[in-house]
């Protein structure tokens, strides 16, 4: 059974960094892009950015509104993705999830993790 | 300000159908058939519903079908059950990177 379970999140200061992983399980992991998103309170979903597997590179991508402060990486030996957040900004404040994307294309999230609360507020 | 344009809300009684549409541009959705749909539960994560604007993953019910018309995509929902009642996304591509509406949430009366 496929299982991602994001941890870290929790109540940061503006400005400050933190770091949410997520842990996968049931799949071979290294064979599989990685992608986070986040749901601001109420609000829709937003993607945050990606990285590839390491037979495509290992690339990354990210949103306009993360790039330059936030940085995704992955330790395939581990089967975790992480999600580097810095210069946090209380408009980062959002459940983050982990999602692992389809394996032909890598466009589509097919699994989901429960999501991690990262709280940015002074 | 979603890029892509979803009704804020629909409502359906028990055993009818349901439209939820979602506008973009040429740019988008009328560009690319990398469009995709998501049902999300009340506090739950969001479940992939729909990919390649019309094909269903293994174990979605084929109560749920997905269709296009120029930069409109449509997710019909056949058979309405209490248990669909949640919020449904619609997502594109725009320049390599994905984009979403901006939710529609589905009441079954």
């Known amino acids: 059974e496929v299982q991602l379970v994001e941890s870290g999140g929790g109540l940061v200061k503006p400005g400050r960094s933190l770091r949410v992983s997520c842990r996968a399980s049931?799949?071979?992991?290294?064979?599989?892009?990685m992608s986070w998103f986040r749901q601001a309170p109420g609000k829709g979903l937003e993607w945050v950015g990606f990285i590839r597997s390491k037979a495509f590179g290992g690339t990354t991508k990210y949103a306009a509104s993360v790039k330059g402060r936030f940085t995704i990486s992955r330790d395939d030996s581990k089967s975790i993705a992480y999600l580097q957040m810095n210069s946090l900004k209380t408009e980062d404040t959002a459940v983050y999830y982990c999602?692992?994307?389809?394996?032909?294309?890598?466009?589509?999230?097919?699994?989901w993790g429960r999501g991690t609360l990262v709280t940015v507020s002074s | 300000q979603s890029a892509l344009t979803q009704p804020a809300s629909v409502s359906g009684s028990p055993g009818q159908s349901i439209t939820i549409s979602c506008t973009g541009t040429s740019s988008d959705v009328g560009g690319y058939n990398y469009v995709s749909w998501y049902q999300q539960h009340p506090g739950k994560a969001p479940k992939l519903l729909i990919y390649d604007v019309s094909n269903r993953p293994s174990g979605v019910s084929n109560r749920f079908s997905g269709s296009n018309s120029g930069n409109t995509v449509s997710l019909t929902i056949s058979g309405l059950q209490a248990e669909d009642e949640a919020a449904y996304y619609c997502?594109?591509?725009?320049?390599?990177?994905?984009?979403f509406g901006g939710g529609t949430k589905l009441t079954v009366l």
């Open positions: 997502s594109s591509y725009t320049n390599t990177t994905p984009v």
């Open positions: 999602t692992r994307m389809d394996f032909w294309s890598a466009f589509y999230p097919d699994y």
């Open positions: 049931g799949f071979i992991f290294g064979d599989y892009a």
